[in-house]
Structure formats: structure tokens, C-alpha cells
């Protein structure tokens, strides 16, 4: 496998990860229905309007009601899905089954990357999402420090028929663990992404569709986040909206969160920094929060 080495200073510490990711909702109670019933999550805290979704204690979704937002005009940059990572087939195949016996008509299609299978969906407010299962590091193909995907068919119901046990069916997977896995967004243009994922903000770029597409990713991982112009090009900054409202970092250790607060000042950015977390937007307005990972 031939992994980037990343210098020191200049790039995402290896062990980051995905934070949960902080959507800005109008009618929380069908949401968070829709994430605990549906797509099988567990309400980890509510309270007044912010609940926080997860599994084993992890925050996967957290849910803020914001009854004065719109849903943005077409064509705006944000949010194209959140991507929750199972980690077996089993526990994929029992959120893929709860989704298709619960909210069918949410279903938008499947396919084997290669590095993983997945399945996609859209929330009730239009918000995208993935539920994937990633194939075992040493199965994965690497090129010129490049990560070789694709986008082959998967038939979701050969993946039942082949995943999809009695006790899993039954509940028995919905308390292992999960994570997102990665966050891909919906940008104006592919360049100003690099620009600013990979040459500011550190991670390695792992793929690109031409100008259509990028993927980057920290510690050799297929990809923590993506960006693409396939709905969105030519976007300008978001306008307060419903939809993404936060995605958050876990960095392993506080040296790592110090790199990066000084990277980003260090290239012009303007960082708020209250000793413990760094927030942050990208050129499109997405808010992001940088914090030590204290679940590991």
C-alpha cells in the first residue's frame, strides 16, 4: 500500500477522525424520530432544542431546532450527505432494513466503492445521508498515493439476503458501535477546495473526479470528507439556512489541535479559540469545530 507521509506541522495528525455532525432542523420531534426509529440511532441527550444522536456513546447527529430558517435556495453550497460508518455488515444491513420497512420512498440508491458498500438516503427535511460499511484496509488498492475507487452496483436486496440475520433484524446490532465516517459537501468549485482542505487545513488528498470532485482524508483513510460541485457550482458563501450547521473534527491530543490552530492562522483564517476547541469556516461558510477526541 502506498500511503502518504505527511511532514510534520503541515498536515492533519494521522489518528484524526469525524466529529458528529450538527444539523439546523425545523420540526425536531420528526427528525429525531426519523434518526432514532429509522436509521436506528440512539438518543445519547436532549435537551430543549438540541438533541444529540449516537451509538455506544458516540455522537453521530446532533438535531437543533431553529424554527426562523428556510431551506436554502437551489444550487447553494452545504451539506450533500453525512455518511455514518458501520462496523459490521450485519449492523448495515439492520439500518438498511429498518429504512426500508420504515421510510422507503427515502432511498436514493447503492453502490460497492470498492473500499466500501453503501447505501443512500435522504432525512425528512432533504438532508442526505450515507450508511456504509468499510472493507478491511489491507483489501484496499492504492496508486500513486492516490485511493482507487468506484462505483459499481449493489443490490440492496442481495445485501439483505446475504447480511441480514434474525437477531439483527430483531434489534440484536443497535448497540454497537458507529461513527461518521465521513462529511461530503456541496462546494462552488473543486480548486478553492484544495486549496483549502488540503493546503490549509491538512489533509491528504486521497482522489479527485477532475474539477468535479475531491476526496481527502488524514492517516491513509479512503477519504473523512469530500467535496463536489454536482449540484452546487459556482456557489458563493451559504446563507443562514437550514441544513448543516456544524461538523466537527476529533483530533487525537491536544498537541495536534495546537498544529492546526497554528496552520490556520498561519495561512489568514480566522480562528476562535477558547482553549479547548478551534472554530473555523471554510470559503463556503460551513462552520467547522475542531476538538481533542475524548472517546477514543
Known amino acids: 500500500m502506498n500511503e502518504i507521509i505527511a511532514a510534520p506541522g503541515d498536515k492533519l495528525a494521522a489518528d484524526t477522525a469525524m466529529g458528529a455532525v ?79 420497512r420504515q421510510a422507503p420512498g427515502t432511498f436514493t440508491g447503492s453502490a460497492d466503492h470498492l473500499v466500501s458498500q453503501a447505501f443512500y438516503f435522504t432525512d425528512p427535511e432533504g438532508n442526505g445521508i450515507e450508511l456504509y460499511w468499510d472493507r478491511d484496509r489491507t483489501d484496499w488498492s492504492w496508486v500513486h498515493g492516490q485511493i482507487e475507487m468506484a462505483t459499481l ?52 488528498q486521497t482522489a479527485a473526479l477532475g474539477n468535479q470532485a475531491l476526496f481527502v482524508s488524514a492517516g491513509g483513510y479512503h477519504h473523512h470528507m469530500a467535496m463536489n460541485v454536482w449540484n452546487s457550482r459556482g456557489a458563493g458563501p451559504r446563507m443562514p439556512a437550514l441544513g448543516l450547521g456544524r461538523i466537527d473534527l476529533a483530533l487525537p491530543h491536544a498537541d495536534a489541535l495546537g498544529e492546526l490552530g497554528e496552520r490556520l492562522r498561519h ?18 461558510a460551513n462552520l467547522l469545530h475542531a476538538t481533542v477526541d475524548t472517546t477514543a
Open 22 to 100: 450538527t444539523l439546523l432542523v425545523g420540526d425536531l420531534d420528526a427528525m429525531t424520530a426519523f434518526y432514532r426509529d429509522v436509521v436506528t440511532l440512539q438518543v445519547l441527550t436532549a435537551q430543549g432544542d438540541t438533541v444529540t444522536l449516537g451509538r455506544a456513546g458516540r455522537a453521530i447527529v446532533v438535531l437543533r431546532r431553529e424554527p426562523a430558517l428556510r431551506h436554502a435556495t437551489p444550487g447553494s453550497a452545504g451539506l450533500y450527505h453525512t455518511a455514518i460508518l458501520f462496523e459490521t455488515q450485519a449492523a448495515l444491513a439492520a439500518a438498511l432494513y429498518s429504512v426500508a
Open 153 to 204: 452496483g449493489l443490490d440492496p436486496h442481495a445485501f439483505l439476503n446475504e447480511h441480514l440475520t434474525e437477531e439483527a433484524a430483531l434489534g440484536a446490532t443497535a448497540q454497537e458501535a458507529a461513527s461518521v465516517g465521513h462529511v461530503h459537501l456541496s462546494v462552488g468549485d473543486v480548486g478553492t477546495a484544495r486549496a483549502f482542505y488540503v493546503d490549509t487545513l491538512g489533509f491528504d
Open 267 to 284: 495561512h489568514g483564517l480566522q480562528v476562535r479559540d477558547d482553549g479547548r476547541t478551534l472554530s473555523f469556516d471554510d470559503p463556503w
